[in-house]
């Protein structure tokens, strides 16, 4: 009952970027005061490719709107992976950080592929250079057709430390907007073509 009032309790999502085919959607959900994000787009590739690209780790920052770093730190297998990646925040902020939990599954019979984001709890060290951050998502990749898919990124973030909803919640849109314009370009790296898993077997 508690979860069927939360899902009703949701607003609807809001359309609040289109452009360069992608678009981007946010919405307040109950007790959150960091809005969540919804960004969609198709392009030309594969769920290989895409997979490839989610699993160079320490390229991340390459493509992912103002990623700083990033290492692997385990995944024992296709379906799991865990790596950390520190952020940039506007000045005066300082940076933030986060150990990121990925689960892949994959849907045969519709051709989906989902990769669940969880960020790691952990304690506060105001010592630290960076400011640990909170927050869950998901990534859905569909196939269309063998070298067409839509890309789905779902998060919802709270990026930590003393930066006001109000504020985070004016940048909310570049994040995923210019991590799907980066992931589009990434995947065209020949360094991602043509790679084969067994996690997407077909």
Do not use: C
């Amino acid at each position: 009952m508690f979860l069927s009032f939360q899902l009703s309790a949701q607003e609807p999502w809001e359309l609040v970027k289109e452009n360069d085919g992608i678009q981007v959607f946010t919405r307040k959900n109950p007790g959150m005061s960091f809005k969540e994000f919804r960004a969609v787009m198709q392009m030309e590739s594969s769920i290989e490719d895409f997979l490839s690209v989610m699993y160079d780790i320490e390229s991340l920052p390459v493509w992912g709107h103002d990623m700083k770093e990033a290492k692997l730190i385990d995944r024992p297998d296709e379906s799991r992976q865990t790596y950390y990646a520190v952020a940039k925040a506007p000045w005066p902020y300082k940076d933030r950080d986060a150990v990121y939990s990925n689960i892949f599954s994959w849907d045969k019979t519709t051709k989906t592929l989902e990769v669940g984001i969880e960020i790691l709890k952990r304690e506060n060290n105001t010592e630290s250079d960076y400011v640990p951050m909170g927050g869950y998502g998901y990534w859905q990749v569909r196939e269309i057709s063998p070298n067409e898919i839509e890309v789905i990124l779902q998060m919802q973030v709270d990026p930590g430390g003393a930066i006001k909803a109000w504020m985070a919640n004016m940048f909310v849109t570049d994040s995923p907007f210019y991590t799907l314009k980066g992931l589009r370009e990434a995947v065209k790296d020949p360094k991602y073509q043509g790679n084969t898993y067994d996690l997407v077997g077909k």
